[in-house]
Structure formats: C-alpha cells, structure tokens
C-alpha cells in the first residue's frame, strides 16, 4: 500500500551522504511528493479542475552547532549540491547555537498502517466521479428556494509520500491520501445578504459526508442568518459551536507552541504545573489515533507524535514543542515539529441541546471574520455572527456584531463542554458554553 | 527529475546576479525554446479549448533571522516550475509540473486542455515577444545581490534599534526576506514577455515587559526596492524603533469601549480598510458572478462624493508594483471610485472577457501552481485637505485606529478590522492607548460615512490573502473620520 518511490529516498540519503562529506556535522534533508485534483463547480458547470504533480526538498544543516536552511522544488543536482554548498558557507556567519541540533535517534517502531492515513480507494477514484459528487452537492443546494446565488462546490483529493533522511541515521517514509468537498453559498435579499457554507475533509473517502449531508448543512447555516438584526453591547454566556471551539483552540495552539513560549509572546508562558482551566477542560495531541487528519507517523525532524497531554483536568502539564524549543525550554521534543498533529479538547457528557437549554439570554456563536488573537496577552476580539438564545432556545439570528474575551479567562469560565466531538481536521473540539463574554455591537 | 542542464547558466541567479527579463533565461537553463513553447500551447488547445498559456517561474527567496540576540538561521528557498491554462468560455483548465521537461509540460498541457472535450481542432500559435517598457523596480544594488554579512548588518542594526528603545523590551525578533522572482509568460494569442521582479522585506517584533503587563509589537519596511530604501526611505533602525514602540504603548492600553461611535483612521497602516471594504468587492470575479455586492452598481453612487479610490500598480517600488501581472498584461492605473461614483472593476483576462471589458493588469497568482484571479496591486485612496490633526480635532468623544492584526471581508461586504493599537479620542485629542478593538460594518455604510479626508497619504505593505493564493500588496490612505463606525472592545 505505500507507494513510495524509493528513487526519492535515495536522493535524501544522498544528499545527506553530501553534506556530511562537505564537512557538515548533521544534515537533514526531507522531501514531499504529491498529486493534487481539484474540480470547482458553478451552477452546475465546472468552473475550475486542476490536477498536478509535483514534488519539493527541503534541507537543513549544521557545523559547529549554526545552522543554516535551503529549499527546492529545482531537484536537479547541480542546484542540490549548490544549495548545500551554499548552505555550508552561510552558517559560518551564523552565531553558534547550543541548542542546535538534530533530535536524538529514537528506536519506535513506526506502524504506518495502523494509522490509516492512505485509502487506496481514493487514489482509484476516477476524476468522472469526483466532478459528479461535487455537482450534486452543488445543485441539491440550488434545488432550495432560499438559496439565491452560489460560490460553487468543490472535491479535491490529494496523494503524497514525504521521505526524510538525517545524518543520525533517520532514513523513513510515509504515504497519505485526504479528500475534502465543500459548497459554499449565499443568502438574503438586497444589500442585507450572508455568506455561509460548509466543507468535509477526511483521510478515507468512505467517511467524508454525503454531498446530501454536506448540502444540507450548508443551507442550515447560511438560512437561519437570513433577517439578521444588529444588537446592543452587552455581556452574556457564549455558545461555542465545534468550528468555533476548534478556532479556539487554534489559538490556544499559538499559546502552547514551544517557539512563543521561549519567546515569552504567549500568556502561558512559565505557567506550567498551574490550573489554567475549569477541571472539566482536557486538552490532547495526539497524532497516533488512526485515521484522523492529524495522524502521521513521524513530525517533520522524524520524530514519533505521541499523545501529549497539553491541559489535564484544568492543570498546564506541557508545550508542544519540536526539538529545538524542547532543549531551549529543558524538556523533550513532543513530536509537533510540523505544528499540533491531533489537538482536541476532550468531549463531555451535555448535549448541545442541553447546553442551550442552560442559557437564559445569550450568544450562539456559529462564525468569526477577521483576525483579533494576541497570544501574549490572550486577549480576543473579532467579528462574529450567530443566533440569539433565549430562554432556552434559539431565536433570531444576529450579525455585525464583535466578541471579545481573553483566552486566560475564558478557559476557566468554560462552564459545559459537549459530547459532540468529530475529528474533522487537525484541531478538533466540541460545543462549549463560556460563562460570559463581552458581544459588542451599537 | 530535470534533465541535464546547461553549466553555463548554473548559477548567474544562485550567484545573487540579476539576470535581464527575457525567455532566454528557460532556454538557457532548461533548454525551453520558444518553439517548444509554442507547440505545448498548441498541444493545449487540441480538444478545443479557445485560450492556452504558460507561466514558467524561478524564484529564490533568501531569508536571515535573528533571535535571542543570535543570528538564528539563514535560508534559501528556490520554486521552479511550469503552469499550463486552458480556458474555454467560463471553465479554466490546470496543470502545473516542477519538471521542465517536455514530456512533463506535455502532460499538463493535456490534462488542462482535458476541460474542452467536445471536437478537436488546431489553432496554430505564432508568439511575438513583447518588452516592458517602464520599469517599476529597483533594481539597483538589490537585496538579492547583496553579501549576507552586508545583509546580517541590516538585522542587527533593526534588532538593535528595537532592544535598545527602551529598557522594558525584553525580547526582540528580526527577519530580512529578499525574493527574486523571473517570469516568462507565452500565451495563444502571440504573447510571449518576461520580467523580474525583486521583493523585500525587513521585520522586527518586540516583546516589552513590565510589572504587570507583557505586549508585543512589530513594524515593516520594503517593497520592490534595492538597498536604498535602508539608507534613505527607512532606515533599519526606524523599524526597529517603531516596534519597540508600538510593545511599550500597548503595555499601558486599556480596552475598546464597545459601541457605535465617529472614528478616525490613521494614515498608511488603515490602508487595509480600503483593501478590504472596498478592493476586494470590486475584484471583478465577485461582480461578474454576482455574488459581491457590488455587481449591480456600476456608475452609481457607492460613497461620499469626496471619495476617489484607484488601484495603481505602475507606482515605483510598492510591494504591490508590477510592470506585467501574472497574465502578461501591463498594468495600469485603474480608477475604482471616482467623486464616489463606482467606475470600474479590477479584471484579470477571463472576467474582462466575459464581462466584455479590457484586461487592466490584475490577474495575480501566488506562483506556478495556480491560475490567476483578479487581484489588487496597491490599492490608494487619494488623499484630501485636511491636516490630521483638524480632523482629530473635530471628534468630541470617539476611537483612533493606528495599527492592524488584519482585516477580512465578505462578498455580502460585511467586514472586520483588528485594530491592534488605537487611541481614545477625548474632547479633540489622543489620549489614552487602546488594545483589542474590532471595527466592524458593511463597505457601503463606511463607504458613505467617510467625512473628512487627510492631507497625510501614508502606506500599508500587506500580504493578502484569496482562494487560498498569498500575494504581496500595498494599500494607502490618508487620516480619514469615518462619521460612526461598531467598535467592539471589552468595556
């Protein structure tokens, strides 16, 4: 099932052979192999395919503990061996470094197949299929009255192997295939219109939503926006719908990633050990459960995710880090060299029915625009649009309005988590109700 | 893999010479010629698609960072490789490959032409080359060129610049990125040009700390510049400084008051509201699929009639300048809003087409691996009259915005701004720093409400972001007084 191409593998190892011959003390070298499709439909016709192969190197290196980087997606020789070249000459202006360095060599058994991340099936999906999914998605959209105009739908696979090789004797491969589809649409009338959509993405073609799932979410988040009202400054719990929470906690990444924490720009900084949360607030990576988007076999050093326990029961237990922020910080690498793998707030036992049931006036967040999120101070403030609750139930929907909080305080006013957790990308939570928040509006 | 390759050229580019824009450059290094050229377009064409292009790129971005008071890390990232399009009528066709051989180009040729399936036919193909005739960068003593201790000295003197403002910064970050991107673009209808385009950037971050607080802030400099911009325009130092700066503000801002409000945008960085509430939704794409609000409104009144907003990439040296776009069209200045009037559209070739409009240079693309949409280049409010410190003057209570974490709109025109570090406006004056605010409204309501226009045109240099494509853009303004905006805030 893996379809690496071992051509590849040998080029890694050669050049590594390369650089530690031109006198480097540790060479990494990775390289990324991929075939893209994409169909874009509108109004039923294709608008845009795309389909392509192509491939890149990257390149690390590094002489009395400096280190220097180069990438290429010129893979002939002669521009390799220049950039190693070169790579040798410009770390000697570098300063030394004493946390350099390649990550120490880690004897764990990779079980590539155990974590389902390549589907055959999707590599013999013909291209026929994937523009008729992406029609159907599109037109049992356009078949609802409500929806006036469409951006289009979408299908797209990708197929790739990433190799890598280090002079530590790291030589590895994997392979993985994703397919998404997504249709994104517009409602309402005159100058008062909303945009809104939806978009699966999934390792197995087998669970990736229906184009009748997929549809039919689209059309409930954008309708229920149709007439919404502005609404006056105040300050009410929040409703997190998953989307929103997995935002959140894209931000909560910036705050726990090893790179902001040495660098002080995170409020979670030397905060370790201490109860930053709610005891109901659990938060993981873990890049080894099969089949989720975020698993893989080793991070972008080479090094094994592992299931990090970043907030346990409200307590900070650890950073994710790659190796070098780990030896900065005095700690061990948690394998998030390419970033978090599987970051997920644990799910809890309320419904999200339940969850609006609880609330007496509030905010229902389903979306945010724009950017807002300082991870120094944890401060938040976007521009957000949703429903009204109240008395338990959802009402009218709002728009125009802004949301603003501070991460710090929020993760201890977390006051309900939801059992409605689905690994759909590679941050991942469920319904969340925050105590309060500050939704601005006239 | 690339076949076997001309020694000769090995390395003019990798050497850090800049070499003139001309299709040699592909033929020299991977023995392209303009013959090979000219059958892949036709190649494209075979299953009856109307329109053929190639865009060939070798781009080297070069990077130094500083961090920790270290130089951390040097870089060098090459892109090399070929995009093929086919158009016919509404549907677009690509295919991309990093492999300059024929047989690959081949390849992408036929699976882009693959979008035309009915009949086949053989359009023959007779490319003229085409020379710029302005040239919008500086290409004199470029960054690309330049040594890397010349360059390290650069980072040091904005690291320090920041460091050494103020004792309460403890943590500071530098970055110098110097990109030189070659283009040859041949298309069916004869063209066949080239050019080369420099891009640079220096940044610097700074962390401040006090007893109570921590805050960080950053500045930039560069555009399409050579070394003299450093000397002259901004020196490394004002960037540093003006980092620090923003990181020792913030340390004593207070929250936005939430609530309906007169607002005053400072001149340059706000730039990224014209951007945003007013670029993106005249991108002809939206207009002719009728999704931005904006289609319906050509020749109407869309703003207040002292509003004039054109988009220009022909100015020197902007991070947005371009003597061609992505497409082969030479740029021009295209008037957006004239006395508040809607005038036009930013079109890239297909929508032109469709729309039965002319191309006006804004088909961008982020590299070989996309087809071009319609994009802005550097988008400009003109400026007005009024010294901003009148304009402040005329707020009795309101908020000031000086800088940005960004900005985003949506095709329905509602927007979002996060104002990263803004003023309270009390009785005709700045007084106290505010963090965290969001602006938020619909680009007609601003578009109208804009009341008094600046003497003090200032730029914003952005990265901005579409259908999942970066591209590098300016955008400028003046001070403006927005009568009353939704500012959201926590008090």
């Known amino acids: ?442 | 893999m690339v076949a076997e390759s001309n020694n000769l050229w090995s390395n003019l580019l990798l050497k850090g010479k800049i070499p003139s824009p001309h299709f040699s450059f592909f033929n020299d290094r991977f023995g392209v010629t303009p013959e090979d050229m000219r059958k892949i377009l036709e190649i494209a064409l075979t299953k009856g698609g109307e329109f053929s292009e190639l865009f060939f790129e070798y781009r080297i971005i070069n990077s130094v960072s500083m961090e920790e008071d270290i130089i951390k890390e040097s870089s060098q990232r090459i892109i090399l490789g070929a995009g093929i399009r086919v158009l016919k009528g509404e549907q677009t066709g690509y295919g991309y490959t990093n492999d300059l051989t024929i047989d690959k180009m081949r390849h992408a040729a036929l699976t882009a032409g693959a979008i035309a399936s009915i009949g086949s036919k053989h359009t023959a193909v007779d490319l003229r080359e085409k020379k710029i005739s302005h040239q919008v960068y500086d290409l004199n003593r470029p960054l690309h060129g330049l040594k890397l201790d010349s360059k390290i000295d650069l980072i040091k003197e904005a690291y320090a610049g920041a460091k050494d403002y103020d004792s309460r910064v403890s943590k500071v970050q530098a970055y110098l990125v110097d990109d030189i991107q070659v283009v040859t673009i041949a298309n069916s209808e004869g063209l066949l040009v080239s050019d080369v385009r420099p891009q640079v950037r220096l940044i610097a971050i700074a962390t401040a700390e006090d007893r109570e607080n921590r805050n960080t802030g950053a500045y930039t400099g560069g555009g399409r510049i050579g070394l003299s911009y450093f000397q002259t325009e901004r020196t490394p130092k004002h960037i540093g400084r003006k980092a620090a700066e923003e990181a020792i503000t913030l340390l004593s801002a207070v929250d936005a008051v939430a609530g309906e409000q007169p607002v005053v945008l400072g001149s340059g960085q706000s730039g990224v509201m014209i951007h945003e509430a007013v670029g993106h939704p005249l991108e002809a794409d939206g207009n002719r699929k009728k999704t931005s609000i904006m289609w319906d409104k050509l020749g109407k009144q869309v703003a207040n009639t002292i509003v004039n907003i054109y988009d220009d990439a022909t100015i020197p040296h902007k991070r947005g300048s371009l003597n061609i776009d992505d497409e082969g069209s030479f740029p021009e200045k295209t008037i957006l809003i004239e006395k508040g009037k809607l005038v036009g559209y930013l079109q890239d070739r297909l929508s032109a087409k469709l729309m039965n409009a002319a191309p006006n240079g804004h088909g961008r693309r982020q590299s070989y691996q996309y087809s071009p949409v319609p994009r802005m280049a550097n988008t400009i409010l003109a400026q007005g009259d009024y010294d901003p410190e009148e304009i402040v003057q005329s707020v009795n209570k309101g908020f000031y915005a000086v800088s940005y974490h960004g900005g985003q709109v949506q095709d329905s025109g509602k927007f979002t701004f996060s104002v990263k570090r803004g003023y309270l406006i009390e009785n005709g004056k700045l007084t106290t720093p505010v963090k965290n605010a969001t602006l938020i409204g619909t680009n007609l309501q601003i578009l109208n409400d804009v009341s008094m226009i600046g003497n003090d045109m200032g730029f914003f240099l952005g990265t901005c972001g579409k259908e999942g494509q970066s591209i590098p853009v300016t955008a400028g303004t003046p001070t403006l007084k927005i009568r009353k905006m939704t500012v959201g805030g926590r008090r």
Not at chain 1, 30 to 42: A, C, K, L, Q
Not at chain 1, 73 to 95: F, G, M, P, Q, Y
Not at chain 1, 260 to 284: C, H, P, R, W
Not at chain 1, 379 to 405: H, K
Request: charged residues 25%.
């Open chain 1, 1 to 442: 099932m893996n379809r690496s191409d071992k051509n590849l593998l040998l080029l890694a190892e050669n050049l590594v052979f390369y650089g530690r011959k031109k006198g480097a003390d540790q060479v990494e070298v990775s390289i990324g192999e991929g075939n893209e499709f994409s169909v874009e439909i509108r109004e039923g016709e294709v608008e845009r395919l795309v389909e392509a192969g192509s491939n890149g190197l990257s390149l690390k290196v590094i002489l009395d503990r400096k280190v220097a980087t180069a990438s290429s997606s010129d893979l002939s020789k002669e521009t390799l061996n220049h950039l190693v070249d070169r790579a040798i000459e410009r770390v000697k202006v570098s300063s030394p470094d004493p946390f350099a360095g390649l990550p120490e060599k880690e004897r764990i058994p990779i079980h590539v197949k155990k974590l389902k991340i390549f589907d055959p099936e999707i590599v013999k999906l013909p291209p026929e299929k994937k523009i008729a999914i992406a029609k159907k998605t599109e037109s049992i959209c356009l078949s609802d009255e409500r929806i006036k105009k469409t951006y289009g739908s979408s299908f797209g696979t990708y197929v790739g192997t990433t190799y890598l090789a280090n002079s530590n004797g790291f030589s590895g491969s994997y392979s993985q295939t994703s397919c998404s589809c997504g249709v994104y649409l517009q409602a309402g009338e005159g100058n008062n219109l909303f945009d809104e959509g939806k978009f699966d993405f999934s390792r197995n073609l087998d669970s990736l939503m229906t184009p009748e799932t997929i549809a039919e979410e689209a059309i409930h988040r954008v309708t229920r926006l149709i007439g919404a009202r502005k609404m006056k400054t105040q300050n009410v719990p929040v409703i997190m719908e998953p989307l929103m929470t997995a935002s959140l906690l894209g931000f909560l990444y910036t705050c726990i990633d090893g790179h902001s924490v040495y660098l002080k720009q995170t409020f979670l900084a030397d905060k370790l050990g201490e109860k930053i949360s709610n005891s109901m607030v659990t938060v993981i990576d873990d890049g080894l459960m099969p089949g989720v988007p975020g698993a893989k076999p080793f991070d972008g050093e080479g090094v094994p995710p592992r299931k990090t326990t970043v907030i346990d029961k409200g307590v900070l237990k650890n950073y994710l880090m790659d190796t070098y922020e780990a030896r900065k910080l005095e700690m061990k690498s948690t394998g998030n060299a390419s970033g978090p793998n599987n970051l997920y707030l644990a799910a809890g036992k309320s419904s999200p029915d339940d969850i609006i049931k609880s609330v007496d006036k509030g905010l229902l967040l389903t979306g945010t625009i724009g950017q807002g999120l300082v991870p120094t101070t944890g401060d938040i403030s976007r521009g957000a649009f949703g429903m009204w609750i109240e008395n338990g139930e959802v009402t009218y929907p709002v728009a125009e309005i802004t949301i603003s909080g501070n991460l710090g305080q929020i993760l201890k006013e977390i006051e309900m988590v939801g059992n409605d957790l689905e690994f759909k990308r590679s941050i991942n939570g469920p319904t969340i109700k925050i105590k309060e928040m500050t939704v601005g509006g006239i």
